[in-house]
């Protein structure tokens, strides 16, 4: 399945309006593909900051407790823009896999990545 990336982006765009970041007031969206599905998520924080959790993190994780193991592709909206960070990209390598589609977009950007090139060496259950 090609990836739509512009329907990507709006989903993750959208999915932002829904962060609660009153910390931070950094609020982040995102957007995965997989399995013929789309899944938005948002950044959720905690007054126990530790407990926050990422946007990509969220959407990863709907997909998955849909049922859906596949993941193409992952889209990050923040406002700048925002690489997901090490935590996320090891859920990525996780589910993902290294030419998954990557794509960091803001008002201004849209960078496209695979995600071997964001998180060249995996921690993975090889090494189990
Ligand atoms: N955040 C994400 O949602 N995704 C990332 O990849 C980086 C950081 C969120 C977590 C926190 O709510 C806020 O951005 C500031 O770190």
Known sequence: MPVDISELINIAKSARE?????YSNFKVGAAVLGCG???GGCNVEN?????????????IFKAI?????????VAIYAEPAAYPCGACLQVM???CNEDCTVIVAS???IEKYILKELLPFRFSKDAL
Do not use: H, N, Q
């Open 18 to 22: 829904k962060a609660y970041a009153p």
């Open 37 to 39: 599905k789309t899944y």
């Open 47 to 59: 007054a126990s900051y530790g407990l926050t959790m990422c946007a990509e993190r969220v959407a």
């Open 65 to 73: 407790s849909d049922g859906c193991r596949d993941i193409r592709a």
């Open 93 to 95: 390598s996780e589910f």
């Open 107 to 109: 008002s201004k950007i």
